[in-house]
């Protein structure tokens, strides 16, 4: 059973500048979600998609977009990047069958720097 | 407003020693209550949530609605329980996020 994975692990971009991250889902799991981790901070919530659908959203402007391919993987974009974004990216992913999601399960996440 | 708080950053116990780490959440609605933890070098992981009503490596957390509170303890501390700690709570609906605290640190030292 292969895990989630996050691509890249780090990278370094200037303000103003666009970004994509990327993630594999967990073999199995229809769902994925994006969570930003600020320095000593809890993760919060950017996004979910289920079905390559948007089905909820944290409180994140339209700069932060995101997709979810039909093979369950999916793509985190940042436009016009600020200093404050600068943060650890974490994508999850579960299975959706009715009701709440299931446990999440995590990558290591993608370290993006903002100067 | 929705929101998990952990009041405590930093707990360091011995070894041997009963540990608490103390949540509190507010919500409208019925949430559902979790624990994960970050292990050094380690992805987060869910370690126990509060309806399977399991006892994971030796911790166990009691959902209080009337004190709204959702701690996590351990009767005897072990040196590789130390690591970070999230507390995160979920509303019953499809879609709702994971909503977490800002995590405690579990120092067990010998």
């Known amino acids: 059973e292969t895990g989630v994975t996050q691509s890249p692990t780090h990278l370094i971009k200037t303000r103003g500048q666009q970004v994509t991250l990327r993630c594999s889902s967990q073999?199995?799991?229809?769902?994925v979600s994006w969570y930003q981790q600020a320095l000593g901070q809890g993760p919060q919530f950017i996004f979910q998609y289920y079905r390559e659908e948007e089905n909820g959203r944290g409180n994140f402007p339209p700069r932060f977009s995101g997709l979810q391919f039909p093979n369950y993987s999916s793509e985190l974009n940042v436009n016009a990047l600020e200093l404050d974004d600068s943060a650890l990216y974490l994508c999850a992913s579960s299975t959706y069958r009715g009701g709440n999601t299931g446990e999440l399960f995590f990558g290591e996440g993608s370290r993006l720097t903002v100067l | 407003a929705q929101r998990v708080t952990q009041p405590e950053k930093l707990l360091s116990v011995f070894k041997g020693a009963p540990v608490e780490l103390k949540c509190n959440y507010s919500y409208s609605g019925s949430p559902e209550l979790f624990w994960y933890v970050q292990y050094s070098r380690q992805r987060l992981q869910l370690l126990l949530r509060?309806?399977s009503r399991e006892s994971i490596k030796g911790f166990t957390a009691d959902l209080n609605k009337g004190e709204t509170s959702f701690h996590l303890k351990k009767p005897f501390a072990q040196e590789e329980d130390s690591a970070m700690y999230y507390c995160a709570l979920s509303g019953l609906q499809a879609g709702t996020a994971l909503i977490f605290g800002k995590g405690t640190t579990l120092s067990v030292s010998s």
């Open positions: 073999s199995g799991h229809n769902t």
């Open positions: 509060h309806i």
